[in-house]
């Protein structure tokens, strides 16, 4: 009797202080997608924890995190490019991360040093290019690095130098082969350039497809969110008339980088920061993940959107750490700039 009642007063305690206390997660994201926020009320549907978002560009949540310190209510960061994940850890503003599910289901190269950040979708920067000019049989050998001679001039489309996409390439190409290499073949590249840089990554396949460039170099999903036709019927339209090849499939791979995050070394609800790391990792969360963004999975058990996969699933990532993007990236700036990338 006496310990039924004991029992009844604890159960009791339990509820009452999951009615005070709710259980939440703050989260501060640079992910502009109101697909994610589906995600994450299916996050609370599931686990009955409460998903408070912030979201700015990331340069803003960096700076907000920062100077809230040990007083931020942030729990997790979501960003896209690693270089950004990179920058907090640098700053001491991420904690470990402790889960068997992450570690079994992120490749070691797709995390921060001491698992402080985690990829939860991928990308490549690939090629773009219209295939009634140029067949698959003649391209399917190109690499990034000959993108930088002499028989591509005038051919290229890339966004401008300020860009961190293009910075994390440029900090790749620094990782593998060095500063020397890396700078005769960005100037090799900005020879090539089609036009003065100008506009986003979905600007450059828009020039493919209206010839204004022969080849561009963007990120993989765009293409996904052009072919969806919830851009509307122009962005359609362009997308029909350009094709994905992936670069430097006979080299070392496929530029990778990611959208990702970390939990915030002052978090409040580790725990529940952890669930909701865990759950973005999940098979059902990575299939709303690709069929939203046409990023590609991360979950090995979930297939990119059909849309994405039509222009191939087998091929050959780059294996490289992506935190060599954050590591290299301000000497790729400087490289960049010397070799009057605009
Ligand atoms: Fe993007």
Do not use: C
Not at 113 to 139: C, G, H, M, T
Not at 288 to 293: D, F, G, K, P, S
């Amino acid at each position: 009797m006496r310990l039924k009642s004991f029992l009844s007063i604890v159960l009791t305690l339990v509820v009452f202080s999951n009615f005070i206390f709710p259980k939440e997660v703050n989260v501060y994201t640079s992910r502009h997608y109101d697909s994610d926020i589906e995600l994450y009320d299916k996050f609370t549907d599931l686990t009955g924890i409460e998903v408070n978002i912030i979201s700015a560009k990331s340069k803003a949540l960096i700076e907000r995190i920062r100077s809230e310190g040990q007083n931020s209510p942030a729990d997790v960061f979501i960003t896209v490019d690693a270089g950004n994940l990179w920058k907090v850890q640098d700053l001491g503003l991420f904690q470990d991360i402790n889960s068997k599910k992450v570690d079994e289901t992120v490749p070691k190269s797709l995390r921060g040093k001491n698992n402080q950040w985690v990829a939860l979708a991928k990308r490549a920067r690939v090629i773009f290019y219209n295939p009634d000019k140029y067949s698959y049989e003649e391209l399917k050998d190109l690499a990034y690095e000959d993108l930088s001679l002499p028989k591509w001039q005038n051919k290229l489309a890339i966004r401008s130098s300020n860009n961190l996409y293009n910075q994390s390439l440029v900090a790749g190409m620094i990782a593998k082969y060095g500063e020397s290499y890396t700078e005769s073949w960005a100037q090799g590249l900005v020879n090539n350039f089609a036009r003065k840089p100008q506009g986003n990554d979905r600007g450059q396949i828009m020039a493919v497809a209206n010839n204004e460039a022969d080849l561009a170099i963007a990120n993989s999903y765009y293409l996904g969110h052009m072919l969806s036709g919830k851009k509307g019927d122009t962005q359609l339209n362009a997308g029909k008339k350009v094709a994905i090849l992936f670069p430097s499939q006979t080299k070392g791979g496929a530029h990778i980088n990611i959208s990702g995050g970390g939990i915030l070394k002052f978090s409040k609800n580790y725990d529940s920061a952890i669930e909701f790391l865990e759950f973005m990792l999940s098979e059902d969360a990575q299939k709303h993940l690709v069929e939203n963004t046409y990023e590609y999975p991360i979950n090995k058990n979930v297939e990119p959107s059909k849309l994405m996969a039509q222009f191939g699933v087998d091929f050959k990532e780059e294996e490289i750490n992506v935190s060599n993007f954050g590591k290299y990236n301000a000497a790729a700036l400087k490289l960049m700039d010397r070799v009057g990338w605009q």
